[in-house]
């Protein structure tokens, strides 16, 4: 009767007969990249299992599991075989002899010398025993090995992610100073293409606030581009950075960063490095914005180009 299990030898015995699947799995195996004395449990179940297979007493659904999941390993499918073998030569050792006993020939020979069969029996059975500890010693050791091996792997990858990551974060944080002194000396420039008279009632209807967009700027009070808009402007001109993207067309959507939809525009085109917008200072009634730029292909598919975080700050002049 087998001994009753903790869970952990029971999800790893499931794990072994490849009884888990997906998430299970997988937490699991990155359990025994990190936990030495989980993959130590994990070592005397392979044995276990290999031995309860060797004597016949697994049942017949793990049986199965057994020789279709476990033994598929050619390392593993060795240690079965091992294990056959020295329980057959075991067997044979302890079976009993059944010849009829004969009687003793009288002989000169000393005591001593009759007893040498039994000594070389007793001798070949301790060098078997500390054959077989050797070699599981030696496999333990290479799946130690093998596992320090992995996790050498797993950690040299986290370290040049977390390098790649440092890398953008620092270009990034470039980027951000460059916009954050271009926001701090021209935050919203008002510009008047026609000259007239001063207070006039031309000189309201065409004044243009200016201001220069990258996508994915941060929220923060001290980083995010500002339109300052005095009662003046009547429209606010944003220039969209998008780099090196290059659609046919683009599309716009001006949203509350509630994702409330207030203005979009279809068949705009780049010039040079940026697609300009204007958007009527009437709609302007909150303080942040998104601005969502779409790109289309001459296929006619569509996708994301680029998100950009501005800010408006209305001003008495």
């Known amino acids: 009767m087998k001994t009753m299990q903790s869970s952990d030898e029971l999800m790893l015995r499931r794990y072994l007969l490849g009884e888990l699947k997906g998430n299970e799995s997988r937490t699991i195996e990155q359990r025994l990249l990190t936990d030495q004395q989980c993959f130590t449990l994990l070592l005397k179940i392979e044995e276990e299992l290999t031995d309860e297979y060797v004597r016949g007493i697994l049942e017949p659904r793990e049986r199965r599991e057994f020789e279709q999941h476990f033994a598929a390993s050619p390392e593993r499918r060795d240690n079965v075989e091992f294990a056959k073998a020295l329980r057959r030569y075991l067997s044979q050792q302890l079976i009993p002899n059944t010849e009829p006993r004969r009687a003793p020939k009288t002989t000169m020979l000393p005591a001593i010398w009759r007893m040498i069969p039994a000594v070389a029996t007793a001798a070949m059975l301790l060098l078997l025993a500390s054959s077989v500890s050797?070699?599981?010693?030696?496999?333990?050791?290479?799946?130690?090995?093998?596992?320090?091996?992995?996790?050498?792997?797993?950690?040299?990858?986290?370290?040049?992610?977390?390098?790649?990551?440092?890398?953008?974060?620092?270009?990034?944080?470039?980027?951000?100073?460059?916009?954050?002194?271009?926001?701090?000396?021209?935050?919203?420039?008002l510009k008047h293409p026609h000259a007239a008279a001063p207070g006039s009632q031309h000189q309201e209807e065409i004044t243009v606030a200016y201001l220069t967009l990258l996508p994915g700027l941060s929220r923060n009070q001290d980083v995010a581009a500002t339109a300052k808009l005095t009662p003046l402007a009547r429209s606010l001109r944003l220039e969209l950075n998008i780099g090196n993207e290059n659609y046919t067309t683009y599309q716009a959507e001006l949203q509350t960063v509630e994702g409330e939809v207030v203005w979009s525009r279809q068949g705009l085109k780049r010039h040079g490095g940026t697609v300009a917008i204007s958007l009527p200072t009437a709609l302007l009634s909150r303080s942040d914005y998104l601005v969502m730029l779409r790109g289309s292909h001459p296929a006619g598919a569509s996708e994301k180009a680029g998100t950009y975080y501005f800010r408006v700050m209305q001003t008495k002049n």
């Open 134 to 189: 050797m070699y599981w010693q030696m496999r333990q050791i290479k799946r130690e090995v093998d596992l320090l091996q992995v996790q050498r792997t797993a950690s040299e990858r986290q370290i040049q992610e977390l390098t790649r990551q440092v890398d953008q974060q620092r270009a990034r944080g470039d980027v951000l100073a460059t916009q954050l002194e271009n926001t701090e000396s021209k935050p919203a420039e």
